[in-house]
């Protein structure tokens, strides 16, 4: 079992900036990909960053490419998303989820957080 915990969202500006953490609890969390997703109401989840268990592969979807980072520490048990030149667009429930490899489809994670709210004003 892993249980994630997002925290780090809010609001800010448009062209602001955000990191978004989740810590997760148990020793196993290296043994994990992790990836950000986001929902907004009445629309599905969305993907938006992964990262493989060792932090060397990364992938972002083209709507956040060259503006969101996302990163690892398996020391602490934590994944972050940098979130840089933020727009309206991106205003939604941000959720971080684990999974035994990376993928793209949010229904082949096992493990996800609560989700923390991003509101970007314009």
């Known amino acids: 079992q892993v249980q994630l915990v997002e925290s780090g969202g809010g609001l800010v500006q448009a062209g602001g900036s955000l990191r978004l953490s989740c810590a997760a609890s148990?020793?196993?969390?290296?043994?994990?990909?992790m990836g950000w997703f986001r929902q907004t109401p009445g629309k599905e989840r969305e993907f938006v960053a992964g990262i493989d268990r060792n932090g060397i592969m990364t992938y972002y979807a083209d709507s956040v490419k060259g503006r969101f980072t996302i990163s690892r520490d398996n020391a602490k048990n934590t994944v972050y998303l940098q979130m840089n030149s933020l727009h309206a667009e991106d205003t939604a429930v941000y959720y971080c989820?684990?999974?035994?490899?990376?993928?793209?489809?949010?229904?082949?994670?096992?493990?996800w957080g609560q989700g923390t709210q991003v509101t970007v004003s314009s």
């Open positions: 989820a684990a999974g035994p490899r990376f993928q793209y489809a949010d229904t082949r994670y096992d493990y």
């Open positions: 148990g020793r196993t969390f290296g043994t994990y990909a």
